[in-house]
Antibody, heavy 123, light 111 residues
Framework: QVQLLESGGGVVQPGKSLRLSCAASGFSFSSSAMHWVRQAPGKGLEWVAVIAYDGSDKNHADSVKGRFTISRDNFKNTLHLQMNSLRPEDTALYYC????????????????WGQGTLVTVSS | NFMLTQPHSMSESPGKTVTISCTRSSGSIASDYVQWYQQRPGSSPTTVIYEDNQRPSGVPDRFSGSIDSSSNSASLSISGLKAEDEADYYCQSYDTSSHWVFGGGTKLTVL
Protein backbone atom coordinates (compact mmCIF):
# COMPACT_ATOMS: atom_id res chain seq x y z
CA GLN A 1 0.00 0.00 0.00
CA VAL A 2 1.03 3.61 -0.45
CA GLN A 3 3.17 4.91 2.39
CA LEU A 4 4.69 8.34 2.89
CA LEU A 5 6.97 8.76 5.88
CA GLU A 6 8.27 12.21 6.75
CA SER A 7 11.36 12.87 8.84
CA GLY A 8 13.81 15.62 9.68
CA GLY A 9 11.67 17.86 11.85
CA GLY A 10 12.85 19.34 15.12
CA VAL A 11 13.49 22.50 17.08
CA VAL A 12 15.59 25.12 15.31
CA GLN A 13 16.52 28.73 16.00
CA PRO A 14 15.25 31.55 13.79
CA GLY A 15 17.47 32.11 10.78
CA LYS A 16 18.76 28.53 10.76
CA SER A 17 18.14 25.75 8.23
CA LEU A 18 16.47 22.36 8.24
CA ARG A 19 15.99 19.67 5.63
CA LEU A 20 12.87 17.53 5.63
CA SER A 21 12.57 14.19 3.86
CA CYS A 22 9.64 12.04 2.81
CA ALA A 23 10.30 8.37 2.04
CA ALA A 24 7.76 6.93 -0.39
CA SER A 25 6.84 3.30 -0.93
CA GLY A 26 4.06 1.17 -2.36
CA PHE A 27 3.73 3.03 -5.66
CA SER A 28 5.72 4.26 -8.62
CA PHE A 29 7.22 7.36 -7.01
CA SER A 30 8.79 8.57 -10.26
CA SER A 31 5.34 8.79 -11.88
CA SER A 32 3.73 11.19 -9.43
CA ALA A 33 4.00 14.89 -8.71
CA MET A 34 4.54 15.50 -5.00
CA HIS A 35 3.70 18.27 -2.56
CA TRP A 36 4.56 19.66 0.84
CA VAL A 37 1.69 21.03 2.92
CA ARG A 38 1.98 22.49 6.40
CA GLN A 39 -0.33 23.06 9.34
CA ALA A 40 0.51 25.50 12.10
CA PRO A 41 -0.64 24.45 15.59
CA GLY A 42 -4.42 24.76 15.80
CA LYS A 43 -4.64 26.21 12.28
CA GLY A 44 -5.69 25.07 8.82
CA LEU A 45 -3.79 23.56 5.93
CA GLU A 46 -1.38 25.65 3.87
CA TRP A 47 0.12 24.45 0.62
CA VAL A 48 3.90 24.93 0.53
CA ALA A 49 5.43 23.50 -2.65
CA VAL A 50 5.00 21.10 -5.58
CA ILE A 51 7.43 19.23 -7.82
CA ALA A 52 6.75 17.39 -11.08
CA TYR A 53 7.24 13.63 -11.42
CA ASP A 54 10.72 14.01 -12.91
CA GLY A 55 11.83 17.07 -10.95
CA SER A 56 11.83 19.22 -14.09
CA ASP A 57 9.31 21.72 -12.77
CA LYS A 58 8.52 23.05 -9.34
CA ASN A 59 6.67 25.84 -7.60
CA HIS A 60 6.56 27.32 -4.11
CA ALA A 61 4.04 29.32 -2.15
CA ASP A 62 4.77 33.04 -1.93
CA SER A 63 5.21 32.73 1.85
CA VAL A 64 8.28 30.49 1.40
CA LYS A 65 9.58 31.48 -2.03
CA GLY A 66 13.29 32.20 -1.95
CA ARG A 67 13.73 30.44 1.42
CA PHE A 68 12.42 26.89 0.82
CA THR A 69 13.31 24.53 -2.03
CA ILE A 70 11.53 21.33 -2.94
CA SER A 71 13.50 18.52 -4.59
CA ARG A 72 13.27 14.79 -5.19
CA ASP A 73 15.50 11.76 -5.70
CA ASN A 74 13.65 9.23 -7.84
CA PHE A 75 16.39 6.64 -7.38
CA LYS A 76 15.86 6.70 -3.63
CA ASN A 77 12.08 7.34 -3.77
CA THR A 78 12.51 10.35 -1.55
CA LEU A 79 11.09 13.87 -1.51
CA HIS A 80 12.91 16.71 0.22
CA LEU A 81 12.22 20.22 1.48
CA GLN A 82 15.24 22.41 2.17
CA MET A 83 14.19 25.17 4.55
CA ASN A 84 16.52 28.14 5.01
CA SER A 85 16.19 31.40 6.93
CA LEU A 86 13.51 29.87 9.13
CA ARG A 87 11.07 32.14 10.95
CA PRO A 88 8.84 31.53 13.97
CA GLU A 89 5.82 31.60 11.65
CA ASP A 90 7.20 28.53 9.85
CA THR A 91 6.42 26.49 12.97
CA ALA A 92 4.07 23.76 11.78
CA LEU A 93 3.49 20.10 11.11
CA TYR A 94 4.80 19.45 7.60
CA TYR A 95 3.07 16.81 5.47
CA CYS A 96 4.13 15.35 2.16
CA UNK A 97 1.29 14.41 -0.17
CA UNK A 98 1.00 12.64 -3.50
CA UNK A 99 -0.64 14.38 -6.43
CA UNK A 100 -3.17 12.43 -8.45
CA UNK A 101 -1.30 13.51 -11.60
CA UNK A 102 2.30 13.82 -12.71
CA UNK A 103 2.73 17.51 -13.50
CA UNK A 104 2.67 20.55 -11.24
CA UNK A 105 -0.42 21.78 -13.05
CA UNK A 106 -2.52 18.60 -12.97
CA UNK A 107 -5.15 20.34 -10.88
CA UNK A 108 -6.45 16.95 -9.77
CA UNK A 109 -5.77 17.10 -6.03
CA UNK A 110 -3.90 14.91 -3.60
CA UNK A 111 -4.73 11.31 -2.86
CA UNK A 112 -2.30 10.21 -0.15
CA TRP A 113 -0.77 12.03 2.80
CA GLY A 114 1.98 11.18 5.23
CA GLN A 115 1.77 11.47 9.01
CA GLY A 116 3.77 14.67 9.15
CA THR A 117 6.95 15.91 10.85
CA LEU A 118 6.91 18.78 13.33
CA VAL A 119 9.11 21.83 12.82
CA THR A 120 9.42 24.31 15.68
CA VAL A 121 11.26 27.57 15.10
CA SER A 122 12.11 29.18 18.40
CA SER A 123 15.01 30.81 20.16
CA ASN B 1 -5.16 34.35 -6.58
CA PHE B 2 -8.55 33.46 -5.16
CA MET B 3 -9.78 32.42 -1.72
CA LEU B 4 -12.04 29.55 -0.69
CA THR B 5 -14.43 30.39 2.15
CA GLN B 6 -15.99 27.73 4.36
CA PRO B 7 -18.18 28.01 7.45
CA HIS B 8 -16.02 27.83 10.55
CA SER B 9 -18.14 25.19 12.24
CA MET B 10 -21.28 23.12 11.81
CA SER B 11 -23.13 20.62 13.94
CA GLU B 12 -25.77 18.01 13.22
CA SER B 13 -27.29 14.94 14.80
CA PRO B 14 -26.44 11.34 13.97
CA GLY B 15 -28.39 9.97 11.03
CA LYS B 16 -29.02 13.41 9.55
CA THR B 17 -27.48 15.02 6.46
CA VAL B 18 -25.07 17.94 6.58
CA THR B 19 -23.83 20.04 3.66
CA ILE B 20 -20.61 22.03 3.93
CA SER B 21 -20.12 24.88 1.45
CA CYS B 22 -16.94 26.24 -0.11
CA THR B 23 -17.25 29.54 -1.96
CA ARG B 24 -14.63 30.74 -4.44
CA SER B 25 -13.90 34.48 -4.24
CA SER B 26 -12.97 35.10 -7.87
CA GLY B 27 -12.90 33.12 -11.05
CA SER B 28 -15.29 30.29 -11.81
CA ILE B 29 -15.65 27.40 -9.37
CA ALA B 30 -16.11 25.19 -12.41
CA SER B 31 -12.79 26.13 -13.99
CA ASP B 32 -10.70 23.90 -11.69
CA TYR B 33 -11.40 20.71 -9.79
CA VAL B 34 -12.39 20.91 -6.13
CA GLN B 35 -11.23 18.37 -3.57
CA TRP B 36 -12.40 17.70 -0.02
CA TYR B 37 -10.19 16.38 2.77
CA GLN B 38 -11.21 15.00 6.15
CA GLN B 39 -8.94 15.44 9.15
CA ARG B 40 -9.91 13.66 12.32
CA PRO B 41 -8.40 14.93 15.59
CA GLY B 42 -4.74 14.00 15.87
CA SER B 43 -4.60 12.47 12.39
CA SER B 44 -3.34 13.52 8.99
CA PRO B 45 -5.80 14.52 6.26
CA THR B 46 -7.45 11.94 4.02
CA THR B 47 -9.20 12.50 0.73
CA VAL B 48 -12.96 12.04 0.68
CA ILE B 49 -13.76 13.73 -2.64
CA TYR B 50 -11.50 14.53 -5.60
CA GLU B 51 -12.21 16.07 -9.01
CA ASP B 52 -15.41 17.73 -7.74
CA ASN B 53 -17.45 14.58 -7.11
CA GLN B 54 -15.28 11.47 -7.26
CA ARG B 55 -14.89 9.23 -4.21
CA PRO B 56 -11.64 7.35 -3.61
CA SER B 57 -12.03 3.65 -3.02
CA GLY B 58 -12.95 2.98 0.57
CA VAL B 59 -14.88 6.22 1.07
CA PRO B 60 -18.56 5.39 1.70
CA ASP B 61 -21.20 6.70 -0.69
CA ARG B 62 -22.60 8.73 2.19
CA PHE B 63 -20.06 11.32 1.04
CA SER B 64 -20.82 13.28 -2.11
CA GLY B 65 -19.46 16.40 -3.78
CA SER B 66 -21.04 18.91 -6.12
CA ILE B 67 -20.45 22.21 -7.85
CA ASP B 68 -22.93 25.11 -8.18
CA SER B 69 -21.89 27.72 -10.70
CA SER B 70 -24.74 30.04 -9.76
CA SER B 71 -23.32 30.52 -6.26
CA ASN B 72 -19.74 29.89 -7.38
CA SER B 73 -19.39 27.30 -4.69
CA ALA B 74 -18.70 23.65 -4.08
CA SER B 75 -20.43 21.49 -1.50
CA LEU B 76 -19.66 18.36 0.46
CA SER B 77 -22.70 16.44 1.65
CA ILE B 78 -22.55 13.73 4.26
CA SER B 79 -25.70 11.69 4.76
CA GLY B 80 -26.53 9.27 7.55
CA LEU B 81 -24.13 11.07 9.87
CA LYS B 82 -22.07 8.91 12.22
CA ALA B 83 -19.97 9.82 15.21
CA GLU B 84 -16.86 8.88 13.21
CA ASP B 85 -17.62 11.69 10.74
CA GLU B 86 -16.77 14.26 13.39
CA ALA B 87 -13.71 15.97 11.96
CA ASP B 88 -12.35 19.05 10.23
CA TYR B 89 -13.14 19.24 6.52
CA TYR B 90 -11.11 21.26 4.04
CA CYS B 91 -11.93 22.14 0.46
CA GLN B 92 -9.13 22.72 -2.01
CA SER B 93 -8.73 23.90 -5.56
CA TYR B 94 -6.02 24.82 -8.01
CA ASP B 95 -4.87 28.24 -9.09
CA THR B 96 -3.57 28.45 -12.64
CA SER B 97 -0.38 30.04 -11.37
CA SER B 98 0.52 26.52 -10.23
CA HIS B 99 -0.47 27.24 -6.67
CA TRP B 100 -2.93 25.30 -4.57
CA VAL B 101 -5.55 26.94 -2.36
CA PHE B 102 -7.19 25.47 0.73
CA GLY B 103 -10.33 26.69 2.42
CA GLY B 104 -10.04 27.62 6.07
CA GLY B 105 -11.68 24.38 7.19
CA THR B 106 -15.00 23.48 8.78
CA LYS B 107 -15.20 21.79 12.16
CA LEU B 108 -18.04 19.30 12.02
CA THR B 109 -19.56 18.19 15.30
CA VAL B 110 -21.88 15.21 15.38
CA LEU B 111 -24.06 15.82 18.40
Amino acid sequence: QVQLLESGGGVVQPGKSLRLSCAASGFSFSSSAMHWVRQAPGKGLEWVAVIAYDGSDKNHADSVKGRFTISRDNFKNTLHLQMNSLRPEDTALYYCARDVGYSISSGRGFDYWGQGTLVTVSS
Amino acid sequence: NFMLTQPHSMSESPGKTVTISCTRSSGSIASDYVQWYQQRPGSSPTTVIYEDNQRPSGVPDRFSGSIDSSSNSASLSISGLKAEDEADYYCQSYDTSSHWVFGGGTKLTVL
